[in-house]
């Protein structure tokens, strides 16, 4: 079992930053899972953003972020962030981190088996 909490959401005008963490927990195994952010805007499904390896060593993001945000992990604190930059309004959502027991990335929701509760951010035009 791996637990997940997110946090460094708010709200941010656009064209500003944010610095979303990823806090996991539980697995002594945690680091070897690959891990992703995902994203829900109100009355939409669930979507993906970006991806990391187990080692941080390949990325994949979204065409709508690719560019503008950076997907990175520090497995020496179990953490891993997501530097949004260059925020829009189309990026306000409820941003969720993710978890896969196994090293490949993914970008699909039914992939991952641990999610955490969330953390809201919003932009402002």
Not at 76 to 96: F, G, I, Q, S, W
Not at 98 to 112: F, I, K, M
Request: charge should be positive; aromatic fraction near 12%.
């Amino acid at each position: 079992q791996v637990q997940l909490v997110e946090s460094g959401g708010g709200w941010v005008q656009a064209g500003g930053s944010l610095r979303l963490s990823c806090a996991a927990s539980g697995s002594t195994a945690s680091t070897t899972y690959a891990m992703g952010w995902f994203r829900q805007a109100p009355g939409k499904e669930r979507e993906f953003v970006a991806t990391i390896t187990w080692s941080g060593a390949t990325t994949q993001y979204s065409d709508s972020v690719k560019g503008r945000f950076t997907i990175s992990r520090d497995n020496a604190k179990n953490t891993m962030y997501l530097e949004m930059n260059r925020l829009k309004p189309e990026d306000t959502a409820v941003y969720y981190c993710a978890a896969r027991g196994r090293r490949l990335p993914a970008t699909e929701v039914h992939e991952y088996e641990y999610w955490g509760q969330g953390t809201q951010v919003t932009v402002s035009s």
